[in-house]
């Protein structure tokens, strides 16, 4: 793949305040920071003397803060004038020291890697042609020795440095743990009212999970912006794309469970179309690893299930994963540790004393497939695939079978609901998957104020005024 900048903004705001100048188009030397270091007066005098093209960066070099740097011998990427724009701004002028290394490295190697004095990786690129580039940005000509040191001329202002696949990956996991743990505490808190909740507080708490579930799904579009285009190519080609792209799809399906509509924010403009989502879990489902494969299916079972009533779908994506043989029944505590057969999606350390069922949180695990497959089974009549899938929870258990070649509908139902409240019991499963079972008054009614209308979370006024195709949920206008 590519290697893609994190630019997040960064550049823009530099190269803004890299022509803020005074009236006659240069910065004011009167806010220079005193005394610089001799090698950066060495530097200074060559470029003002024998590098006219680059002057403006010359100026900022005198007002930078550039206190620190000892050794006798550095390397600055000067960079080139172009056109000023002229600003009224104060210019910040931490980026300069991204121009700047220790040492003398007026040979530049493809491949190698420096450190600037902001602590930020530099990384050299030299391609078939001979054209060198820092960071993506192209190195003009050769060095220009400076007493000990030695300039290089540039093209543009340095962006930061490139984020690697696995630095996105260890940012977006932290992300997606946090939104995890937020989405049990509110599951709890409506459920079983956790915390002291009552839904007299319902807005506010609906407000805030919608702003903090949004502002993890903003956070993984930029890691996949930085990572990539967007374009299937880049999600058959990238891992990392695959589990931020899922993790994604996991919050827009949380989302759609607490509020049965939801923003999704793909390629395009924003939209409500759940159709969009689903497709895009089936591009992922093809170019799956084969550690997580799994995961994208039963993240399809639920979305089908909660916003689309998709039995049919829904039963062929659970019997997927079942009939792949990895998963199994673990025979041992599923939440003593990170990855056993039980798993499909493993999970983080659960640190929350108040809500952990063991060592590790999950947020997806095979018994909640196979109850999914045979609720679906159920709804499409296909009473001894329901059964079948029923009895192979209880007979793991310990139990008899709980469902009979003459169990009716309702009945299989019954049986998944005990099941359910058995074993999938705070997981964040409870509220989103009794309102598809129409079955939130009878768990609810007289707790904690709750009301029929409160089966489905309020939508934010906020979102409601941003974007016009989303609608009030039913009892809160």
């Known amino acids: 793949m590519k290697n893609r900048l994190l630019l997040l903004g960064g550049v823009a705001v530099a190269a803004s305040l890299f022509y803020s100048c005074t009236d006659d188009g240069k910065p004011d030397p009167e806010d220079g920071q005193g005394n610089l270091p001799a090698a950066v007066e060495e530097v200074i005098d060559v470029i003002e003397e024998a590098v006219p093209e680059a002057g403006h960066f010359v100026e900022l070099l005198k007002q930078a803060d550039l206190s620190d740097v000892t050794s006798e011998e550095i390397t600055v990427f000067a960079v080139k004038n172009t056109v000023a724009a002229k600003s009224d701004a104060v ?24 450190v600037s004095l902001s602590g930020e990786k530099l990384l050299i690129s030299v391609n078939g042609d001979g054209t060198v580039s820092v960071n993506g940005v192209a190195v003009i000509g050769s060095a220009i020795p400076a007493g000990k040191s030695c300039i290089h001329i540039v093209e543009d202002i340095i962006p930061e440095p490139a ?3 696995d630095e ?19 599951n709890q808190k409506l459920a079983y009212g956790y915390d002291g909740f009552s839904y007299t507080d319902v807005v506010k708490v609906s407000e805030e999970y919608w702003n903090m579930a949004y502002d993890a799904i903003d956070k993984g579009l930029a890691l996949v912006s930085a990572l990539s285009d967007g374009g299937e190519s880049e999600i058959a080609g990238s891992t990392a794309v695959q589990k931020i792209r ?19 924010m793909g390629n395009g403009e924003p939209h409500s179309d759940v159709n969009a989502l689903l497709a895009e879990l089936d591009m992922m489902e093809a170019y799956a690893a084969e550690d997580y494969g799994g995961a994208v299916r039963a993240v399809s079972a639920r979305v089908y299930l909660n916003a689309l009533q998709g039995y049919e779908q829904a039963f062929d994506k659970c019997v997927a994963i079942i009939n792949s043989g990895k998963y199994a029944l673990a025979e041992d505590n599923v939440f003593a540790t990170a990855q056993n057969p039980g798993v499909i999606w493993s999970g983080f ?7 952990a069922k063991g060592t590790y949180y999950h947020p997806v695990r095979y018994e909640e497939v196979l109850l999914m497959a045979a609720e679906a089974a159920n709804e499409l009549e296909r009473t001894v695939e329901a059964m079948q899938f ?8 310990g139990m008899p079978p709980m469902a009979t070649p003459v169990s009716t509908k309702e009945e299989i139902a019954e049986c998944i609901r005990t099941l359910f409240s058995q074993d999938l019991k705070s997981e964040s499963l409870e509220y989103s998957t009794w309102r ?35 609608t009030q949920n039913e009892g809160y206008q």
């Not at 350390?349 to 809500?355: F, P, V």
């Open 91 to 114: 210019p910040d002028l931490s980026w300069v020291r991204r121009h700047i290394v220790e040492e003398n490295h007026a040979g530049l190697t493809d491949g190698q890697q420096l």
């Open 163 to 165: 984020m690697s696949e």
């Open 168 to 186: 996105a990956v260890e940012t977006w996991e932290s992300v997606f743990e946090d939104f995890c743990f937020r989405t049990r505490t509110l």
């Open 246 to 264: 899922l993790g994604m799809a996991l919050i827009y399906s949380d989302i759609l469970g607490f509020y049965g509509q939801f923003v999704y």
């Open 349 to 355: 350390e659960d640190t929350d004393a108040g809500l």
């Open 390 to 397: 029923v009895n192979r929870i209880s007979v793991w258990k």
């Open 436 to 470: 598809r079972w129409g079955i939130t008054d009878d768990m609810l009614q007289g707790k904690g104020e709750y009301g029929s209308h409160n089966a489905l979370l309020p939508v934010p006024e906020t979102a409601l005024g941003q974007y016009p195709f989303l």
